[in-house]
């Protein structure tokens, strides 16, 4: 399984900006996708997920109504539409694959199972 990961750039505050998550290897309808974020010193953060099964989507609180998660199962692709961008949302971005993962889980890292290398977002004030 690959993940490939892109879009990553450097923005200015209030800008919009789409991640995008290529996936090869996996059967996409079968997997939850996620995206996480990292900073320096930090753990690794739950951003946004999307649910194999009915596609549903939950968020971290502090991007809900700003990010969109989403995906294109043809493509083998899932983005994250990035919007209303602030200087605390500067991370380097992961995309995560999860083949067996249940409600209660979706926002923990270590159940996910395939990690893309990350693309780095920065906005700058």
């Known amino acids: 399984v690959q993940l490939q990961a892109s879009g990553g750039g450097l923005v200015q505050a209030g800008d919009s900006l789409r991640l995008s998550c290529a996936a090869s290897?996996?059967?996409?309808?079968?997997?939850?996708m996620g995206w996480f974020r990292q900073t320096p010193g930090k753990e690794r953060e739950f951003v946004a997920a999307?649910?194999?099964?009915?596609?549903?989507?939950i968020y971290e609180d502090s991007v809900k109504g700003r990010f969109t998660i989403s995906k294109d199962n043809a493509a083998n692709t899932v983005y994250l539409q990035m919007g209303s961008l602030t200087p605390e949302d500067t991370a380097v971005y992961y995309c995560?694959?999860?083949?067996?993962?249940?409600?209660?889980?979706?926002?923990?890292?270590?159940?996910?199972?395939?990690w893309g290398q990350g693309t780095q977002v920065t906005v700058s004030s």
């Open positions: 995560a694959a999860a083949s067996r993962l249940i409600l209660s889980s979706i926002r923990i890292s270590q159940y996910y199972e395939y």
């Open positions: 999307i649910r194999s099964s009915g596609g549903a989507t």
């Open positions: 290897g996996v059967t996409f309808r079968s997997v939850t």
